[in-house]
């Protein structure tokens, strides 16, 4: 029975990722194709997590993520925030720029941890709950560019702020996370020397999540 019912938390598991990669919806019979179980199997499943909140189906009988991942999300938030300072205040007090993890939230940047510089005089006052489109900002072109495949570091200026010099890159590896780890500031930015650090922070902070 144990045996059983790991096998079908899994099962369910894999069909909330399949639903979780951006496209418009799954027909039962292109989950079971794509799970590689029977219709029945996969109907059973779509039962159970459709009464706790977790899928619904449209008008046209497509599949979605439901409305209560959102409250796994919100309850995730605050351990990626802690888990994240360590990495951000190493990459504050290194760079001397304010350091900041962003993840996808639809489509805008959502800061869920900020790390200002204990030692410089002038600094970019960036707060937790900023959000922002993706496709503006260096913290939401990393994660777009995270959905290509890319892992390398983006640079901006003035495009959430006038003057504000942004360098990001995306945090790799995390099929269940979107977001980038990044450095803003007023003050000139050597990128060939923050860039690489950055991407190395983005990188430390996947490993300590994995």
């Known amino acids: 029975m144990a045996a059983e019912s790991s096998q079908t938390l899994e099962r369910g598991l894999r069909l909330l990722r399949l639903l979780a990669d951006g496209r418009r919806g799954r027909t039962p019979t292109e989950l079971a194709a794509e799970l590689e179980l029977s ?19 449209d008008g046209k009988g497509r599949v979605h993520l439901g409305f209560g991942v959102l409250v796994l999300a919100r309850a995730v938030q605050p351990l990626l925030r802690d888990g994240a300072l360590p990495t951000l205040r190493r990459l504050a007090e290194e760079v001397g720029a ?46 777009l560019a995270l959905r290509e495949g890319r892992t390398g570091y983006l640079i901006t200026e ?42 190395d922070a983005a990188a430390e902070l996947a490993r300590s999540l994995t």
């Open 98 to 143: 304010t350091a900041h993890l962003t993840v996808a939230e639809g489509d805008d940047g959502l800061a869920v941890a900020v790390v200002e510089p204990s030692w410089t005089n002038m600094h970019v006052a960036y707060r937790e709950g900023s959000r922002h489109p993706l496709a503006r900002g260096a913290a939401g072109l990393a994660i």
């Open 39 to 57: 219709r029945p199997a996969v109907y059973r499943l779509l039962t159970t997590l459709q009464s706790e909140g977790f899928v619904r189906r």
């Open 158 to 199: 003035g495009q959430l702020q006038e003057g504000a010099r942004g360098i990001a890159a995306p945090v790799p590896g995390l099929p269940w996370l979107e977001a980038s780890v990044g450095v803003i500031t007023f003050t000139p930015l050597d990128p060939g020397t923050v860039g690489p650090r950055v991407a």
